[in-house]
């Protein structure tokens, strides 16, 4: 059963870059056949998709971050990773990471979900 | 973008009614197109993806159809369980994006 946790600060400040962290347990980060996939969702509203990456080759962003967004793989400790800098009140959500199926690309496993509040 | 619209926004349902949350996609998007479930506080949880196949493990009362643009999730009947939000998604092209969600309660 694949499981999927995230971790990282809850308070980060205005300006400042957020930094999370995604542990994969019951898959492998490297497996040719998922995106690893960060969304968030503010507290009442909708989800918004922010990004992906794959075993190889060249992460897909959300545009409308304007490239403030950076995800990454680290494959010694199976783990993705989500950076976004110059963070704002607005940015102040629930961030989930996602297993995004390559073959449909629908998101089958997902996180629990760590709250990141941007505040000084 | 495509813009994804649900429809309704909201509705409160019994226990044992049918229950039919329709989303509509700015273009077409083919059968590209995924229904979530959140429960408060928790993460989504895939329910139906390319609109009518049943993610493993989820009720058979759940069934999606449509193409093009126009989708719909049906609970075929509702249970206490089912009362959550529901989320469609289009996997056609980045980015890819939701609709803003139907609440469903008592």
């Known amino acids: 059963q694949v499981q999927l946790q995230e971790s990282g600060p809850g308070l980060v400040k205005p300006s400042q870059t957020l930094s999370l962290t995604c542990t994969i347990s019951?898959?492998?980060?490297?497996?040719?056949?998922?995106?690893w996939t960060w969304i968030r969702q503010p507290a009442g509203k909708g989800l918004e998709w922010l990004g992906r990456?794959?075993?190889?080759?060249?992460?897909d962003y959300n545009p409308s971050l304007n490239s403030r967004v950076t995800i990454s793989i680290d494959k010694s400790k199976n783990q993705a990773s989500l950076k976004l800098s110059s963070v704002t009140a607005a940015d102040t959500a629930v961030y989930f990471c996602?297993?995004?199926?390559?073959?449909?690309?629908?998101?089958?496993?997902w996180g629990q979900g760590t709250l990141v509040s941007v505040s000084s | 973008d495509i813009q994804m619209t649900q429809s309704p926004s909201s509705l409160s349902a019994s226990v044992g009614d049918r229950v039919t949350i329709t989303c509509r996609a700015s273009?077409?998007?083919?059968?590209?197109l995924n229904w979530y479930q959140q429960q408060p506080g928790k993460a989504p949880k895939l329910l139906i993806y390319?609109?009518?196949s049943l993610q493993r493990g989820v009720p058979s009362r759940f069934s999606g159809s449509g193409s093009g643009t126009d989708f719909t999730l049906t609970i075929s009947s509702l249970q206490p369980e089912d009362f959550a939000t529901y989320y469609c998604?289009?996997?056609?092209?980045?980015?890819?994006?939701f609709g803003q969600g139907t609440k469903v309660d008592i």
């Open positions: 996602a297993r995004q199926n390559s073959a449909f690309y629908h998101f089958d496993y």
């Open positions: 019951g898959g492998s980060v490297s497996s040719g056949s998922y995106y």
């Open positions: 990456v794959f075993t190889s080759g060249t992460p």
């Open positions: 273009q077409s998007i083919s059968t590209y």
């Open positions: 390319v609109a009518s």
């Open positions: 998604q289009q996997s056609f092209t980045i980015p890819w994006t």
